[in-house]
């Protein structure tokens, strides 16, 4: 089971960078590339504690549905959210943030995952899954680093 680890500092308060985070606005602007869409559930705003959403996506040519929940959340220093439904067999991922010095923030991210398809899955992981997933994490967050250090914040968060 790969577990993904991503850690980013951020010139912005940690407050505004754990609101970016969990912003479904910021999400889908983030993934404009793989067509994601918010189509079920939390499709707006700041997505909360034990809310959902459904998530509709083409990743590899082949649009998806993927439903997870925010099962841990305690503002601003972490918020976890579970599939519920997917291509995933199972997957957790915990997103931290922690005031370092200056206003800074670090944020990390902890992608936890198990493919489908036992044996195939593992093998697609080693070949090319998991750098696939490191750089869609990767550049989300990039983009939130992007949109938290200048006024592009303030259209997600208010």
Known sequence: MPVIKIEITINAPVERVFD??????????????????????????????????????????????????ITKFERPNHFQDVMQKGAFKRFKHDHYFEEIEDGKTLMRDIFNYESPLWILGKIADTLFLEKYMRQILTGRNMLIKEIAENDGWQKFVT
């Open 20 to 69: 970016l985070a969990r912003c479904i606005d910021l999400h889908a602007e983030t993934m404009l590339r793989h067509k994601e869409k918010a189509i079920a559930g939390r499709t707006k705003g700041l997505i909360d504690l034990n809310e959902s959403v459904t998530w509709e996506a083409t990743h590899f040519g082949v649009k998806q549905k993927l439903t997870s929940k």
